[in-house]
Nanobody, 115 residues
Framework: VQLVESGGGLVQAGESRVLSCTAS????????MGWFRQIPGKQRELVAS???????YYADSVKGRFTIFKDGANNVVYLQMNSLKPEDMAVYLC??????????WGQGTRVALSS
């Protein structure tokens, strides 16, 4: 399975951004698709996930601001990020789970604050 993220870049506080992740390869039997973020010096954090049935999860820090959705037919998962805050700046990584394990990872896309 290969995952390719896109959509990162420079943003200003309060702006919106949409990240996308395209999965290819052996994507059958995928359980969940999710977005994590990595801030230097901090533990990788699960930001949002969506199950094969469409059930979503959000970290408390992004509830009401971020939305995860997917295009199942094309194996693409999106993360709509609104009202971005300085603390949201991170490398965002897409992941797929199989048998309850986040087994596949993309390279990440960076969202950074524009000065």
């Amino acid at each position: 399975v290969q995952l390719v993220e896109s959509g990162g870049g420079l943003v200003q506080a309060g702006e919106s951004r949409v990240l996308s992740c395209t999965a290819s390869g052996s994507t059958s039997s995928i359980d969940d698709m999710g977005w994590f973020r990595q801030i230097p010096g901090k533990q990788r954090e699960l930001v949002a996930s969506i199950s094969s049935g469409g059930t979503t999860y959000y970290a408390d820090s992004v509830k009401g601001r971020f939305t995860i959705f997917k295009d199942g037919a094309n194996n693409v998962v999106y993360l709509q990020m609104n009202s971005l805050k300085p603390e949201d700046m991170a490398v965002y990584l897409c992941s797929l789970s199989r048998d309850g394990i986040w087994a596949y990872w993309g390279q990440g896309t960076r969202v950074a604050l524009s000065s």
